[in-house]
């Protein structure tokens, strides 16, 4: 499989129907859709390596996902809900995905289990259409509450967790950075909560993926709290932002990526010091994690921190395959190791 062509193939259908066809549609597209995974274990980070320490982090397993369900992904974001089992996530098509993680006796990851989909609904009650309006990228979760984030027509909503009927309808909070700074595809990439005990107290936090000012880095802002505001994350070689996440201690760590034609895909972590984010601050920090083509990676957007049941801080990574055959849906365990 040729991965250097990676993000280069999309596959859009577009079809005219009439108006009674397009409203069964609509119905039929409001309800949740359950989906079967088959799920590949991957046992080495590296490929063709049995070494399991990787930066800061040792890989603890991953599984390569494929489904016959064709609105399997895009996967953009993915939130744990409880140690390492329930998740959430959502698609960059508009949809809400979840579903169970099942593991072994060593407890790694293993399989899928109860994934079903569902429509991101409108303040209509129906699901949100076109890719311009439907590219939700950011998501995180805070007891009842999600907190989504969507490009091109940039906004941010919170929903009510229905992990039933995923019915909740959107309530659109204000955009922290101004719109005519937010690049049409590269808006608000990530949504985290900082840990109540935190300097930021529990605030959200937003960043972009490669929406940058005068000095050529990203635009992001802390949404509420005392160090409510617009700050900035200094762009290095030419890596755009495709997540990030809150450790327990109020760091926050950004999922990098950068691709080209000469080296394939390249991810990066980098963790930015709690006491560093605030109004003004241009922020930067080392890398816990780098990795290319000889590992296990593919196009990842997705970043999950989260405490096992044996208190060690573990952080998931998702992968969106672009509906392109040459891409693959991946998910990646790590566990810190400090």
Not at 150 to 169: Q, W
Not at 195 to 208: I, M
Not at 271 to 284: L, N, Q, S, W, Y
Request: glycine residues 8%; hydrophobic residues 40%.
């Amino acid at each position: 499989m040729n991965r250097i062509a990676l993000f280069f193939r999309r596959a859009p259908l577009f079809c005219t129907v009439p108006f009674l066809f397009v409203a069964t549609a609509l119905a039929e597209d409001s309800a949740v859709s359950p989906a079967v995974i088959t799920s590949q274990v991957i046992s080495n980070f590296r490929i063709g390596s049995s070494d399991t320490r990787f930066g800061a982090l040792e890989f603890v397993g991953g599984l390569e996902m494929t489904s016959a369900n064709r609105e399997f992904s895009g996967l953009s974001a993915f939130r744990y809900l409880d140690s390492g089992k329930e998740f959430l996530g959502i698609t960059d098509t508009g949809l809400w995905y979840a579903g169970k993680m099942l593991r072994d006796e060593r407890g790694r990851p293993a399989s899928i289990n109860d994934f079903r989909l569902a429509p991101i609904q409108s303040e209509e009650g129906l699901p949100v259409e076109g890719k311009w309006n439907s590219d939700a990228e950011g998501m995180s979760v805070s007891g009842q509450t999600a907190t989504v984030s969507f490009e091109r027509i940039h906004r941010i909503a919170e929903f009510a967790l229905d992990l039933e009927n995923f019915a909740s309808k959107p309530k659109d909070i204000p955009l922290p950075i101004p719109k005519n700074e937010l690049r049409n595809n590269r808006g608000i990439e990530t949504i985290a909560y900082a840990p109540v005990s935190s300097p930021l107290q529990g605030a959200r936090v937003a960043v972009t993926e490669k929406s940058i000012n005068g000095a050529g880095d990203m635009f992001a802002a802390v949404l509420e709290g005392p160090r409510e505001g617009i700050f900035y994350v200094k762009r290095l070689d030419d890596f755009d932002i495709s997540d990030g996440d809150f450790l327990p201690n109020g760091d926050l760590l950004l999922l990098e990526r950068r691709f080209s034609i000469s080296s394939g895909v390249t991810l990066r972590i980098r963790r930015i010091a709690a006491e560093d984010i605030g109004p003004g601050a241009t922020v930067d920090g080392p890398f816990i994690l780098q990795a290319d083509m000889r590992d296990q990676i593919d196009n990842m957007e997705g970043l999950d921190v989260w405490q096992a049941e044996d208190g060690s801080t573990r952080l998931s990574l998702v992968s969106d395959d672009n509906h392109s055959i040459v891409q693959r849906n991946l998910y990646l365990e790590f566990r810190l190791a400090e």
